[in-house]
């Protein structure tokens, strides 16, 4: 059974990750947050993206938004 991941996943995620942020203030929640909204979009536009380039695309973008 194949799961394929979409866009509004990583919408969901993104804004669970914010809300998060605003009842746990650990300040890093709301940059990955951010970072899943962003792959979101970028699924978006290459729907036929890979699971593990979403995922690598994720942890680039959450260390870049960190910093």
Do not use: K, Y
Request: aromatic fraction near 18%; proline fraction near 4%; hydrophobic fraction near 75%.
């Amino acid at each position: 059974m194949n799961f394929i991941f979409e866009p509004w996943h990583w919408f969901v995620l993104g804004v669970l990750l914010m809300i998060l942020e605003l009842i746990l203030p650990m300040f890093a929640a709301l940059w990955f947050g951010l970072a899943a909204m962003v792959v979101g979009i970028i699924v978006l536009l290459f729907p036929n993206m890979s699971f593990a380039a979403q995922i690598w695309l994720w942890i680039i973008l959450s260390i870049a938004c960190t910093v």
